[in-house]
C-alpha cells in the first residue's frame, strides 16, 4: 500500500515561510512526477507545483516566484519551499504522485495523494 505523508504545515504571519515535506512509500520513487495541491474551505482543489523525473519543476501562476518544490530521490521525499506567504495561500496542502511522464496539474493525473497538512496564513 502506497503511502504519503505530509509534514511541516502550521500558522505563520503574512510574508513568513514555511516548508513541507511528504515523505513517500513509492518503491520507484525516482520515476514518478510528484505534486503539491492546496484546497481552502469551499474551494476546489487548485495546482500548487509540480516536479518531474528529470527535476523539471514547474508552478501555478499564483505561487511563480514564491514557492520552489524539490525532491530527494534517496529519501522518497518531496519538499515545498514557501516564501513571502500570503492569507490567500490558506489551505490544506496535499501531496501526490503521478505516473506521467509530462507535466501534469490536473488532480485527476495523480494516482496517489497524502492526507494533507494545514497551512494558516495569518494578516
Known amino acids: 500500500q502506497v503511502q504519503l505523508v505530509e509534514s511541516g504545515g502550521g500558522l505563520v504571519q503574512a510574508g513568513g515561510s514555511l516548508r513541507l515535506s511528504c515523505a513517500t512509500s513509492?518503491?520507484?520513487?525516482?520515476?514518478?512526477?510528484l505534486g503539491w495541491f492546496r484546497q481552502a474551505p469551499g474551494q476546489e482543489r487548485d495546482f500548487v507545483a509540480g516536479i518531474t523525473c528529470s527535476n523539471i519543476g514547474y508552478a501555478g501562476d499564483s505561487v511563480k516566484g514564491r514557492f520552489t518544490i524539490s525532491r530527494d530521490n534517496a529519501k522518497n521525499t518531496v519538499y515545498l519551499q514557501m516564501n513571502t506567504l500570503k492569507p490567500e495561500d490558506t489551505a490544506v496542502y496535499y501531496c501526490?504522485?503521478?505516473?506521467?511522464?509530462?507535466?501534469?496539474?490536473?488532480?485527476?493525473?495523480?494516482?496517489?495523494w497524502g492526507q494533507g497538512t494545514q497551512v494558516t496564513v495569518s494578516s
Open positions: 501526490a504522485a503521478s505516473a506521467s511522464t509530462s507535466t501534469p496539474t490536473r488532480s485527476d493525473e495523480y494516482a496517489y
Open positions: 513509492l518503491r520507484t520513487f525516482s520515476v514518478y512526477t
